[in-house]
């Protein structure tokens, strides 16, 4: 099983429309929990942490079901500028590291 | 906002031959990553550097691979004798804390002819 687990889509998105999507992980270790978001042949980026009680910032709202081992995104109206792949992170925390396993990605493509 | 930087953003060499990827992280961060990403792949760790030393490695970072801080800026990632399958973008990444946020640098995409 993959540490950690996304469908790579594409999902095919009206400009204000709703999208969620999901990720799931192997280990239940995990402690720290992350939605980067990846433009074409860019650098990751931070989008949010996503924490315990779920949380949001702005269009978008994460959740965590730790229980089931899944960590959702859910985007609100979408903007075209939304297009991108989102990468589910997760990692172990240590005291001496702290490194971060990537899903595969889940493209998303807005589209007017 | 201060960032993460790389040089070179591409890198061409031949099979065999040593590279070393720069990497200046931002100025009060303490912990240090390489990851890489094959085209079309998912983004993988390699080495995290904490306190001057590895603190962990991953499979892929074999005797081929090596990290140093030579000075208060620069972090390098030296590929000893490249292999094809060493194509990738190699990203580098620095953060406060062990828990802390990771930011990454745009990459230096190395191509291994």
């Known amino acids: 099983r993959k540490e950690v687990e996304q469908d790579p889509g594409p999902f095919n998105v009206p400009e204000g429309a709703t999208v969620a999507f999901n990720c799931t992980y192997s280990n239940s270790a995990s402690q720290s929990f992350f939605w980067y978001r990846q433009d074409c042949r860019k650098e990751p980026k931070l989008l949010m942490s996503?924490?315990?009680s779920g949380n949001e910032d702005g269009r978008f709202t994460a959740q965590l079901n730790r229980a089931s081992q899944y960590i959702s995104l859910l985007i609100r109206d979408s903007k075209l500028s939304d297009s991108a792949t989102y990468l589910c992170?997760?990692?172990?925390?240590?005291?001496?590291?702290?490194?971060?396993?990537f899903g595969g990605g889940t493209r998303v493509l807005v589209k007017p | 906002e201060p960032e993460v930087t790389q040089t070179p953003s591409h890198q061409v060499t031949q099979m065999g031959q040593e590279v070393i990827l720069r990497c200046v992280p931002i100025s009060n961060h303490l912990y240090f990553y390489w990851y890489r990403q094959i085209l079309g792949q998912k983004v993988e760790f390699l080495v995290s550097?904490?306190?001057?030393?590895?603190?962990?490695k991953s499979e892929i970072f074999d005797d081929q691979f090596s990290v140093e801080r030579p000075d208060g800026s620069n972090f390098t990632l030296k590929i000893r004798s490249t292999k094809l399958e060493d194509s990738a973008m190699y990203f580098c990444a620095s953060g406060r804390g062990s828990q802390e946020t990771q930011y990454f640098g745009p990459g230096t995409r190395l191509l291994v002819l």
């Open positions: 550097f904490y306190n001057n030393e590895i603190s962990e």
């Open positions: 992170v997760v990692n172990i925390n240590k005291a001496a590291g702290n490194k971060l396993t």
């Open positions: 996503v924490y315990s």
